[in-house]
């Protein structure tokens, strides 16, 4: 039998109908207007909308490109030389951003997740990270996705399965579309006190207050010529406990919404990116510092059988 006759009679490609999508099964919800895909690779969203656009992602024949919708666990960002110290034992990870000698975004972008539950508005997707060189530890992750009239709502769980302590921390990487054209004419507003400074490698290595200089967003305006790749913190919670950003564009606004889980985003306008720079901004929620394995800036120290939780979410805003 030839390569094609015995693909054809894969149990897999049966199932699912002909060759996958390089993201696995691709899961869609709906509510009212609102449409979003999540995809088996990663646990990630690859699309969201309610009638445009909501974000940036990626077409069902693409892989995830520049961490687009992408789950950041268990760390979220860079850690430099890939290597830290947790409880007097020496890690070494793989270093993925080799340019940077850094390890980036955690170890289960690219691994298959388990849908757990599915609703028509809805669905929930499982993993177990086993222990691996670098990150000897255990963890049973879940996240689930959920439509409303509020928007879409992103809520994740850790639970530590094994029996040692585990460093962890999560992120998620949505990019937010405004609408065609460059981000130069968005109105941008990131309710942070503080920037971490970082070196060429991405590694903060400072922290400065916001005020009084062009990377103050607390007030919004428009992005202008500004090039954003920052980690903010000492976020403004309101009354609900939620901290949020908000981003304007022609066609309408996006609000994202982190609650006390997550007391870092990461700011990002793409100016480096191979696929088409500053066509949208990265709003990436974080519950720890870039390189918080080796600084411990909001380091998670997750004790066996106890479970972390966050959620995010974002809100459409209709144009005028």
Not at 73 to 82: K, L
Not at 254 to 276: H, I, K, R, S
Request: with cysteine; aromatic share 6%; glycine share 12%.
């Amino acid at each position: 039998m030839d390569g094609p006759a015995r693909l054809a009679r894969h149990p897999i490609l049966i199932e699912r109908g002909g060759p996958i999508a390089p993201t696995g099964e691709q899961i869609e919800l709906a509510f009212g207007d609102q449409r979003a895909v999540v995809v088996e690779v990663g646990g990630g969203l690859r699309t969201y909308s309610d009638g445009r656009a909501v974000l940036d992602g990626y077409e069902p024949a693409e892989i995830a490109s520049s961490g687009r919708g992408q789950l950041l666990i268990p760390w979220p960002n860079r850690i430099e030389d890939g290597s830290y110290e947790f409880d007097s034992r020496r890690h070494q990870l793989a270093l993925d951003e080799p340019e940077r000698r850094n390890a980036i975004h955690g170890l289960v972008r690219w691994s298959a997740w388990r849908l757990a539950e599915r609703e028509k508005d809805s669905a929930a997707l499982e993993h177990v990270l086993h222990p691996q060189p670098g990150y000897p530890f255990s963890l049973a992750l879940r996240v689930e996705y959920r439509l409303s009239d509020a928007g879409l709502t992103v809520s994740t769980e850790a639970t530590n399965i094994g029996a040692e302590t585990a460093p962890y921390g999560m992120g998620a990487h949505p990019y937010l579309a405004v609408g065609g054209g460059p981000v130069d004419a968005a109105e941008l507003k990131v309710p942070a006190g503080t920037v971490l400074e970082a070196n060429e490698r991405g590694i903060p290595v400072g922290a400065a207050p916001v005020d009084g200089t062009y990377l103050d967003f607390r007030v919004k305006r428009p992005i202008g010529a500004t090039k954003l790749d920052h980690a903010f913190t000492e976020l403004e919670h309101g009354g609900d406990g939620r901290a949020t950003v908000e981003l304007g564009a022609q066609d309408g606004g996006t609000v994202l919404w982190v609650d006390e889980a997550y007391p870092y985003l990461m700011v990002f306008t793409g100016d480096t990116l191979p696929e088409g720079a500053r066509r949208s901004v990265a709003v990436e929620p974080m519950t720890c510092a870039p390189n918080a394995f080796r600084s411990g800036d909001g380091l998670i120290r997750l004790e066996p059988e106890q479970t972390h939780t966050g959620t995010w979410g974002i809100t459409p805003v209709a144009g005028a």
